[in-house]
């Protein structure tokens, strides 16, 4: 049999594509493989939301030269958001010659149609060209080949209208196309009747959802509908933008067993010039007001963000107020970036670029601060006992079982005879520690 291997880059999203670009192949009568050498088609599905990944991208397919070397028939592929932006083809076709498939972020479908080519004997390059407008039917209906386990991805929003200045997403991801609402039903329905026992709900900005469809149903109606779903114990989402979260979808979450008490709501920066400059739409003294709303009513849950330093023009008072909005707010953790200019960007052409030194010295300072918060958090769960969702063998110690609490915070605890994968138990905290939390089965 015809081995695939796909080395996955970014977020959620691209992992979640790589599934389909898997049931793709497999129903072309490719089987997996978790090595390169013994592939015959190697898949990198890419990121371009930073310099970093994509300068990863071309030194390993540049890498696989030998393998090409050794057995000519290997056919190598790029695919995803840093194929997907303009005059990123022509790049490739110039400094990676032995890559024989591209294909963007919207020509997933037209996969079976490239390989005929390849395995034709040609090159095969094709993404979106154009406006970026369409309205994502072209994904419904694709084989997937889901990663087996507890939790399962589910797409609901594809796309993204921002703009933020910083950021190349809404240029190689597309407008916003909500998908179905009885669509995202069924297929939720369908993973619980599969034994998932946990959806991640997927979108570039998720309560964005409905915007499009025009139908009066917005993203706390589809949390609302799929509350009910038989099997699924719990419902998270990725990610929400400040903006647009609305005193109804708090309540909604605050009303819904099986949404999660965790709000991830990036921030960006604490300084309003910046965050004017960002193209966020909001203010800090918003966020901390959403927040402070969350908190009432949820209690008890967690926040978590993502921040960037060195956007261009921040000065030091600037990152000062981000400092301070962290110290504020005390986000449970948080993603933490220096900013990358990207190319088409509008922030990549403003003046005031930050040098490196200062980027660097400015991330420092904001890690340092935001572990001492995380562990301090964290420490006030010893003693605590929490529901963790059993997702199986821990990856660095097989002794144990790890899992998350519904405010994500990844827990390992020793095996216990009733506490099986996929089940709820209930873990007493014994040890807390930055990123993982020891514990103990008290009851199943
Ligand atoms: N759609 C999501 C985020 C997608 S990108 C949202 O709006 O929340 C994930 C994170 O990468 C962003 O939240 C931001 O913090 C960071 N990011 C995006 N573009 C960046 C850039 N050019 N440089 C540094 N960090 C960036
Ligand atoms: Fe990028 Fe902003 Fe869209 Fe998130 S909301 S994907 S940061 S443009
Ligand atoms: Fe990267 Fe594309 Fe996701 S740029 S972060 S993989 S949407």
């Not at 997927?202 to 099997?231: E, I, W």
Request: net charge negative; hydrophobic share 35%; aromatic share 8%.
């Amino acid at each position: 049999m015809r081995k695939y291997h796909i080395h996955t880059f970014g977020c959620q999203m691209n992992e979640h594509d790589s599934e389909i670009i898997g049931g793709i192949l497999e129903q072309r009568g490719f089987g997996a493989t978790d090595s390169v050498d013994d592939a015959d088609i190697i898949i990198f599905n890419t990121c371009c939301v930073r310099e970093n990944p994509e300068r990863k991208v071309y030194g390993r397919v540049a890498d696989l030269k030998r393998l090409k070397l050794k057995n000519p028939d290997l056919i190598i592929g790029i695919s995803g958001c840093m194929a997907q932006q303009p005059g990123e083809t022509e790049r490739i076709a110039k400094r990676l010659p032995h890559v024989d498939l591209v294909f963007g972020t919207m020509n997933i479908h037209e996969l079976p149609e490239l390989l005929d080519q390849v395995e034709a004997g040609h090159k095969s390059y094709r993404v979106w060209e154009g406006d970026l407008e369409n309205d994502g039917s072209f994904m419904e209906g694709l084989p997937m080949r889901r990663v087996p386990g507890v939790s399962a991805w589910v797409s609901i929003i594809y796309g993204c209208n921002n703009f933020c200045s910083y950021c190349i997403v809404p240029y190689v991801r597309g407008r916003e196309r909500s998908r179905k609402f009885e669509d995202v039903v069924a297929e939720v329905k369908g993973l619980g009747k599969e034994g998932f026992r946990e959806v991640v709900l997927l979108g570039q900005n998720v309560n964005a959802y409905g915007r499009d469809l025009k139908d009066g149903r917005d993203f706390a109606d589809l949390l609302h509908a799929l509350d009910k779903t038989s099997g699924i114990y719990r419902i998270r989402y990725m990610t929400s933008h400040p903006r647009d979260f609305t005193d109804k979808l708090i309540h909604e979450i605050a009303s819904s067993e099986t949404v999660c008490e965790h709000f991830h709501l990036p921030l960006q920066a604490g300084s309003n010039r910046v965050l004017a400059r960002m193209n966020r739409g909001y203010t800090l003294e918003y966020y901390l007001d959403l927040v402070h709303r969350i908190r009432q009513a949820v209690p008890g849950c967690s926040i978590t963000t993502d921040l960037i330093v060195g956007f261009p023009g921040e000065d030091d008072r600037d990152f000062d107020e981000t400092l301070r909005a962290v110290e504020e707010v005390r986000f449970d953790s948080a993603f933490t970036f220096v900013y990358s200019p990207r190319r088409g960007t509008a922030a990549a052409s403003m003046p005031n670029q930050v040098s490196d030194s200062v980027k660097s010295e400015r991330i420092q300072k904001l890690v340092n601060l935001q572990n001492t918060i995380t562990e301090e958090i964290n420490r006030n769960l010893k003693g605590e006992v929490v529901e963790v969702l059993v997702e199986g063998m821990s990856k660095t110690n097989p002794d144990m079982l790890s899992g998350r609490t519904r405010t994500n915070k990844l827990v390992v605890f020793p095996h216990h005879p009733t506490a099986r994968k996929g089940d709820p138990v209930k873990v007493k905290i014994i040890e807390t520690r930055a990123w993982t939390q020891l514990g103990e089965v008290v009851s199943v």
